[in-house]
């Protein structure tokens, strides 16, 4: 799990090994957090994991919550004919690219009217899951920028599989995490400068969530 400070730099907040993704898992994992000084969340981003939406309402219940709009068109294009997958994709686009909830919300009726009668499951889906997708679109361009999809949390995956599949084996769960250990501090190391515009992002969200930063 990785956070932006209140002063914009990035970091790594823990790993942890779950044997399956639940909402009381991750409750205790959003505890872990509060025990180690972590006293507000603005705003969580993450790909559609089964329970954490759930459980973000019960530990910081004053949380946004942003579904990675990445993940969800990649979730929905699983559920595609790989001969349509272009022509939807580009239609996708066309609803999350929009510059405000109404109009984004206009081009999903529109992608609705084209697909529906071949992918009705995707349209379901989108439909559910409106409200945390679009969450975004409540905050000024600069913040939506850090907050509509998952790529920090991706870049620091993306890492810790190529380190983890170089090993393999990891004879318990305490080498594992030594080595995950050492992964945070090698990231962390290079994360020497705050969020690109992150006066103007703060100034932002010090109005967006007054009083909390």
Same mark, same amino acid.
């Given at each position: ?5 209140? /002063?914009?730099?990035?970091?790594? #907040? ?13 409750? &205790? ?5 509060? +025990?180690?000084?972590? /006293? ?34 990649? &979730? &929905? ?23 405000? /909830? ?5 081009? #999903? /009726?529109?992608?609705? +009217?084209?697909?529906? &009668? ?17 969450? *975004? ?16 949390? !991706? ?14 084996? *990891?004879?318990?769960? !305490? ?27 703060? +100034? ?10």
């Amino acid at each position: 799990m990785v956070g932006i400070n209140p /002063e914009g730099y990035k970091e790594i #907040l823990g790993f942890w090994i779950l044997e399956t993704e639940s909402a009381s898992h991750w409750v &205790s994992v959003l505890n872990d957090l509060k +025990s180690r000084g972590v /006293e507000d969340v603005l705003v969580v981003v993450a790909d559609n994991l089964k329970g954490l939406e759930k459980a973000v309402r019960s530990v910081f219940p004053r949380a946004d919550y942003q579904q990675c709009v990445v993940h969800k068109v990649r &979730s &929905s294009l699983r559920k595609v004919r790989y001969g349509d997958r272009k022509e939807v994709a580009r239609d996708m686009r066309s609803i999350y690219t929009q510059p405000t /909830e109404q109009m984004a919300r206009q081009k #999903l /009726e529109e992608f609705k +009217s084209r697909w529906e &009668s071949k992918y009705p499951q995707v349209i379901r889906e989108w439909e559910g899951d409106w409200e945390m997708i679009t969450t *975004f679109y409540r905050y000024p361009y600069e913040v939506r920028r850090c907050m509509s999809n998952t790529n920090l949390i !991706e870049s620091v995956y993306s890492k810790v599989k190529k380190v983890t599949d170089s090993k393999r084996v *990891f004879p318990h769960e !305490e080498a594992l995490m030594k080595v995950l250990y050492g992964v945070a501090l090698e990231l962390e190391d290079k994360w020497k400068r705050p969020v690109r515009d992150w006066e103007l992002i703060r +100034s932002q969200l010090e109005i967006l969530f007054e009083g909390r930063l």
